[in-house]
């Protein structure tokens, strides 16, 4: 079984989905835990289910001065860090290019791209006091291999992060930290399109067919490649852009 034990983790987005699954994932693995959402009930509800070393903050992403206060909590409460998995993610507003506004735009790389930026601003430098972390990113197939209608502003900031994880590799690898992103393909979580209320019934197998195993996957498979990078068994792996997309990345339609 990997391990994380005596390992500090944060991670954010961890009320639902596929950071939920990661605090399960990492907890097991014996990480002492720092969790982030926007939503207190849903951060004491996972925390309680977990049990163990956990603190929980509620948050914005898209404010710095949480992203600071994240980390203060983490050396604070368990004396350092030593993972980082910024999940946090919002697809934002569907619509064309020539119809979106600057405000919506902005949002949403704003959510995606620039809260990344300032989660792993803090976390790095609290990592190089440790002498070493991992600093994970969710990118995704959209934007990073396929183009979707309607996402450009996500596609946008998720091609982003693949920029920000090859830079923050070059510049802290001689600190011993390395930075990798998920390439994520369509996932089973409540923020998932073929999961709202209003969605067409047709949502759900059009997005299965974009993926070679003709199906989307479950928050705990990408979990389990989030723990791996987050691990020492990944030691020589930063810089990375690692597809966990069932095939979409190569499915051509």
């Not at 209003?198 to 070679?212: I, N, R």
């Not at 069932?246 to 499915?251: D, E, F, L, N």
């Amino acid at each position: 079984m990997t391990s994380l034990k005596g390992k500090v983790a944060i991670i954010t987005g961890a009320s639902s989905g596929i950071g939920e699954a990661a605090a399960k994932r990492f907890a097991a693995a014996g990480a002492r835990l720092v969790l982030a959402a926007r939503r207190p009930a849903e951060l004491e509800r996972v925390a309680n289910d977990l049990g163990g070393d956990i603190a929980i903050l509620p948050g914005d992403v898209r404010d710095e001065a949480y992203a600071e206060a994240l980390v203060a909590l983490a050396i604070e409460r368990f004396g350092g860090l030593d993972i980082a998995f910024n999940n946090a993610g919002s697809v934002g507003t569907a619509a064309p290019l020539t119809d979106l506004s600057a405000e919506d735009w902005s949002a949403t790389l704003t959510t995606n791209l620039t809260a990344a930026f300032f989660g792993a601003k803090h976390q790095a430098t609290a990592m190089v006091a440790r002498g070493g972390g991992s600093i994970l990113f969710s990118s995704s197939f959209v934007g990073a291999a396929n183009g979707i209608p309607g996402m450009g502003a996500y596609a946008a900031a998720k091609s982003g992060l693949l920029g920000l994880v090859r830079t923050l590799a070059v510049e802290l690898g001689p600190q011993g930290v390395r930075a990798n992103a998920l390439v994520i393909g369509g996932t089973d979580t409540p923020a998932s399109a073929a999961r709202q209320p209003d969605a067409d019934p047709g949502v759900q197998a059009w997005m299965e067919q974009l993926h070679a195993l003709k199906r989307i996957a479950e928050p705990d498979e990408i979990a389990e490649m989030a723990l791996f990078l987050a691990s020492d068994a990944a030691s020589f792996v930063t810089g990375a852009a690692i597809a966990v997309d069932g095939g979409a990345s190569i499915t051509k339609m």
